[in-house]
T-cell receptor, first 115, second 114 residues
């Protein structure tokens, strides 16, 4: 069983829809949670970063972490065609320092937003 | 700033050949790492470095070597290429210990081993 599970999709929605992307994990030691966005033929870029449980909002994006259920989500409101990309969740036990803050990634969800 | 530059962008190798994937960053980042991305597997850490002269193994290090003689460069060497190493390779750097800084990724090297 993978430490981090993510539905690979693909997910196809009309422009303006609310998108929900999810990951589950098995290691309760994870404390730092991230969402990366990856456009086709590009490297991933950090979209959202949260520590421990709770919500974080940034414009049209909201990240939620529920550590009791070992479940994280990314919501995209008023989705746009420019949001079409692969979304990867990532998590870490620690932030860095001498142990580097190794990230464990989900498999990625392919999202297409149709005009 | 160029960010993280990876060369080559595409490469085809024959089984048993060796090669070096180049990675350079111009942001003076301490942390650098190499990941491979395979369908259905996400990104997996191969090797990483927390500064010049310091490297360590990640999740899937077998068949790969790294060195970090300068802050800017972090090459990945394939010792004897195997078809299982067919993948997209990403180099990434991070400013410091805080994960909130985020990794800056290169655009990747697409490697096929035949």
């Amino acid at each position: 069983q993978k430490e981090v599970e993510q539905d690979p999709g693909p997910l196809s929605v009309p422009e303006g829809a609310i998108v929900s992307l999810n990951c589950t994990y098995s290691n309760s030691a994870f404390q730092y949670f991230m969402w990366y966005r990856q456009y086709s033929r590009k490297g991933p870029e950090l979209l959202m970063y949260t520590y421990s449980s709770g919500n974080k909002e940034d414009g049209r994006f909201t990240a939620q972490v529920d550590k009791s259920s070992k479940y994280i989500s990314l919501f995209i409101r008023d989705s746009q065609p420019s949001d079409s990309a692969t979304y990867l969740c990532a998590m870490s036990i620690n932030a860095g320092g001498t142990s580097y803050g190794k990230l464990t990634f989900g498999q990625g969800t392919i999202l297409t937003v149709h005009p | 700033n160029a960010g993280v530059t990876q060369t080559p962008k595409f490469q085809v190798l024959k089984t048993g050949q060796s090669m070096t994937l180049q990675c350079a960053q111009d942001m003076n980042h301490e942390y650098m790492s190499w990941y491979r991305q395979d369908p259905g597997m996400g990104l997996r850490l191969i090797h990483y470095s927390v500064g010049a002269g310091i490297t360590d193994q990640g999740e899937v290090p077998n068949g790969y070597n790294v060195s970090r003689s300068t802050t800017e460069d972090f090459p990945l060497r394939l010792l004897s290429a195997a078809p299982s190493q067919t993948s997209v390779y990403f180099c990434a750097s991070r400013r410091g210990a805080n994960l909130g800084y985020g990794y800056t990724f290169g655009s990747g090297t697409r490697l096929t081993v035949v």
